[in-house]
Each structure stands twice: as structure tokens, then as C-alpha cells.
């Protein structure tokens, strides 16, 4: 069974999970440089990015988040919940 359907993302979090450490944090800083260093700018053609750039980016993010959590709540309720 897929924990993700089945547990929020806090408890995910909090169980071991080395790999996902890893993965987040090669993948947080690998973005960090693309995004901060010129030559790797030009190299994946992105443009300079701007601090409302970035809110929106994180704000949309939460938000995609959010609304998976929302979604596995109401999907865990089962089709007769959403009839009633």
C-alpha cells in the first residue's frame, strides 16, 4: 500500500527515512545553484530570479500540498461520505 494515501505528510516526515533526506537535500541545493549561479543559469536557460518569483513558487507549492492532504481526507471517508 502506497503510505502516501494513507498517512499525512507529518507522519511521513517523522518516520526514518534516509533516502528522502538525502534526495530533499541534493535536490535543495543542486536547485539553489542552478538558480544562484550565473553559469548554471545560462547553461539551463533560466532567467534571474526575483524574490516575488521565489514567494510565488513556495506559495504554490503549500498550496499543491495542502490540497493533496485535504483531498486524501476526504478520499479516506470513502465514496458514501461524499454522497450524504
Known amino acids: 500500500m502506497n503510505r502516501s494515501w494513507t498517512r499525512s505528510i ?3 516526515l517523522r518516520a526514518p527515512n534516509p533516502a528522502l533526506w538525502w534526495v530533499l537535500g ?3 541545493l ?3 545553484a542552478i538558480l544562484n549561479i550565473p553559469v548554471l543559469q ?3 536557460y533560466f532567467a ?3 524574490s516575488n518569483d521565489l514567494g510565488l513558487s513556495i ?3 503549500v498550496a499543491c500540498l495542502l490540497w ?3 483531498l486524501k481526507v476526504v478520499w479516506s ?3 458514501a461520505a461524499s454522497l450524504a
Open 68 to 70: 493533496l492532504e485535504i
Open 48 to 50: 534571474p530570479l526575483h
Open 26 to 28: 541534493a535536490t535543495g
Open 10 to 12: 507529518l507522519s511521513m
Open 77 to 79: 471517508r470513502g465514496p
Open 42 to 44: 545560462r547553461l539551463f
Open 59 to 61: 506559495l504554490a507549492g
Open 30 to 32: 543542486f536547485l539553489a
